[in-house]
């Protein structure tokens, strides 16, 4: 890691009834999403015990584009993901994943094995669960 520069995180925070939505993004693009309910905290700190030892700031411009897809989805509209710039770290697998539940139709479900089977990994039901546990951006990817 000697000579590595770590990210600097923008944080912000959105409120939807008792829902409160926290939003971390990099200069590169939408980096987490997170989640509470009724009782808000800063969003910095909401962060820091993700993100220990990082630079974070609140910074609502930055999030702006994640934000909006974030919206998208509370209104039930599709997210433009390519018009969502990322920086998300994934295996091919865990992407694999991730763009196959994308395509699930809004109101509709699938069980950890029907989204294996999509990604052509019949047997790998617990492994994409797993990818579902650590899935950074939920509502971008619900």
């Known amino acids: ?19 409160i939505i926290y939003l971390a993004s990099t200069g590169k693009g939408a980096f987490r999403v997170g ?20 630079r974070l700031t609140e910074n609502d ?3 702006r584009p994640l934000a909006d897809a974030v919206e998208s989805t ?5 997210v433009k993901k390519k018009a969502l710039p990322m ?11 991730l763009e196959a ?10 069980t950890y094995g ?6 052509a990994r019949p047997a790998a039901a617990r ?3 797993q990818v579902m546990r650590r899935n950074p951006l939920p509502l971008i990817f619900p």
Do not use: W
């Open 35 to 54: 989640l509470g309910l009724n009782r808000s905290i800063h969003p910095v700190d909401y962060f820091r015990h993700v993100f220990p030892g990082l």
């Open 127 to 129: 492994a994409v669960g």
């Open 114 to 119: 029907a989204v294996a089977s999509m990604v």
């Open 87 to 97: 920086d998300v770290s994934t295996t091919p697998f865990q992407r694999a994943v």
């Open 1 to 19: 890691m000697a000579g590595k520069t770590l990210p600097e995180i923008y944080c912000s925070k959105m409120k939807v009834n008792r829902l």
């Open 74 to 78: 509370l209104r039930n509209t599709p």
């Open 101 to 110: 539940i994308s395509t699930i139709p809004f109101g509709q479900t699938r």
């Open 61 to 63: 411009r930055r999030n």
